[in-house]
T-cell receptor
Framework: GAVVSQHPSRVICKSGTSVKIECRSLDFQATTMFWYRQFPKKSLMLMATSNEGSKATYEQGVEKDKFLINHASLTLSTLTVTSAHPEDSSFYIC???????????????FGNGTRLTVT | TQLLEQSPQFLSIQEGENLTVYCNSSSVFSSLQWYRQEPGEGPVLLVTVVTGGEVKKLKRLTFQFGDARKDSSLHITAAQPGDTGLYLCAGFDNYGQNFVFGPGTRLSVLP
């Protein structure tokens, strides 16, 4: 089956530093990758949608200068949390859409998430 | 952005009981997916429903897509503690661009 690898699974950083999270599709090419944020006991909140080779589309209320997304290839998207603050602590999840099954009903494949803690 | 609603938000039942969770929208969806998520992990796809009125079964889980493709249900028969988790419905809107999640149903099955 389609596998999405997200790294790191956990990261602790100091306030003011930047953290990069990688999302890789291991056995398929992803035309589109999605980044979500999840607060405790809550559902997934879409942050942005990235398409390979183009700028990411951010959801309303998500600061694009704070959450930098780069979709450099069909198998890799990165999310960089810049100048992190404690309120950025959260569970971040990426997902990818398989280029070969890219139809209106094709499901997404999810990474296992990254637990970010900013101290 | 189309909204998906889920009910109930929380459900705690005894092992062996049956349950149904619902996913509703005022908009039509080209498809809906059901995911289950456990703490600290990403969502795992359970099923995709595409055709209005479609019924799919996955062992003790039965999924149904409404005729008008605006709602879906998940029925679990003889629930087990291993069914405990957050159940999320999600789907692409009719343009196939925005993938939205419902708020989830947190299920706890007690032994």
């Amino acid at each position: 089956g389609a596998v999405v690898s997200q790294h790191p699974s956990r990261v602790i950083c100091k306030s003011g530093t930047s953290v990069k999270i990688e999302c890789r599709s291991l056995d398929f090419q992803a035309t589109t990758m999605f980044w979500y944020r999840q607060f405790p006991k809550k559902s997934l909140m879409l942050m942005a949608t990235s398409n390979e080779g183009s700028k990411a589309t951010y959801e309303q209320g998500v600061e694009k200068d704070k959450f930098l997304i780069n979709h450099a290839s069909l198998t890799l998207s990165t999310l960089t949390v810049t100048s992190a603050h404690p309120e950025d602590s959260s569970f971040y999840i990426c997902s990818a859409r398989d280029r070969k099954t890219d139809r209106g009903y094709s499901p997404l494949h999810f990474g296992n998430g990254t637990r970010l803690t900013v101290t | 952005t189309q909204l998906l609603e889920q009910s109930p938000q929380f459900l705690s039942i005894q092992e062996g009981e049956n349950l149904t969770v619902y996913c509703n929208s005022s908009s039509v969806f080209s498809s809906l997916q059901w995911y289950r998520q456990e703490p600290g992990e990403g969502p795992v796809l359970l099923v995709t429903v595409v055709t209005g009125g479609e019924v799919k079964k996955l062992k003790r889980l039965t999924f149904q897509f409404g005729d008008a493709r605006k709602d879906s249900s998940l029925h679990i028969t003889a629930a087990q503690p291993g069914d405990t988790g957050l159940y999320l419905c999600a789907g692409f809107d009719n343009y196939g661009q925005n993938f939205v999640f419902g708020p989830g149903t947190r299920l706890s099955v007690l032994p």
